[in-house]
């Protein structure tokens, strides 16, 4: 029962570089999420996705991009990363109004 | 703009103990409420969810009340154990966004042997 699954766990980026966050889900959930979780300010939204072929902003979407692949999968892609990204990022999804959401163990992304 | 407030931030006792720790949170127009474990380096677990039309939910030594009007949720843990020992975060999805959650800063429990 894999649940929902992040990839990679670690990475360390300069900054200016550019990487892209994976997220799948396999049990067929409507809804997936990207937070950001920081010590002292908890977890924030940054987008998600109602349903598939539909993305909207959250809380703090600046300097982020996301794409819903299919139903399984939603990525969120750094541009140019910025030390201001140092963070751990969650991936979440559910599958209805109603439901609680499901997380992943998170990716730790150190920008130096 | 919703808010979720969390106290206390920290909370050590003595295994055995009943312990409560409380949510609060400004926009009483949510949809439902979520209690939340999680333990270092990991992610969050959902332990408990209450709908806006409900009072209360239990999962074994776990009960989580809710009061709507006063904007207040309260985390019940019966007979605490050191396997207890994580943060717990609140969170709520108010009403007319019901697929976005605003989470609390959490309560770091540490229950000692």
């Known amino acids: 029962n894999a649940g929902v699954t992040q990839t990679p766990k670690f990475q360390v980026l300069k900054t200016g570089q550019s990487m892209t966050l994976q997220c799948a889900q396999d049990?067929?959930?409507?809804?997936m999420y990207w937070y950001r979780q920081d010590p002292g300010m908890g977890l924030r939204l940054i987008y998600y996705s109602a349903s598939e072929g539909t993305t909207d902003k959250g809380e703090v979407p600046n300097g982020y991009n996301v794409s819903r692949l299919n139903k399984r999968e939603f990525s969120l892609r750094l541009e140019s990363a910025a030390p201001s990204q140092t963070s751990v990022y969650f991936c979440?999804?559910?599958?209805?109004?109603?439901?609680?959401?499901?997380f992943g163990d998170g990716t730790r992304l150190s920008i130096l | 703009k919703q808010e979720v407030t969390q106290i206390p931030a920290a909370l050590s006792v003595p295994e055995g103990e009943n312990l409560v720790l409380n949510c609060s949170f400004t926009d009483s127009a949510i949809y439902n409420l979520q209690w939340f474990r999680q333990d270092p380096g990991k992610g969050l677990t959902s332990l408990l969810l209450i709908q806006s039309s409900q009072r209360e939910q239990t999962s074994g030594r776990l009960n989580a009340s809710l009061d709507k009007s006063s904007g207040r949720s309260t985390l019940y843990i019966a007979a605490s154990q050191p396997g207890d020992s994580a943060t717990y975060l609140c969170a709520v999805t108010t009403g007319g966004s019901n697929y976005k959650l605003t989470f609390g800063k959490g309560t770091l429990l540490t229950v000692n042997p």
């Open positions: 049990m067929n959930h409507n809804s």
């Open positions: 979440a999804s559910k599958t209805m109004e109603g439901e609680p959401q499901h």
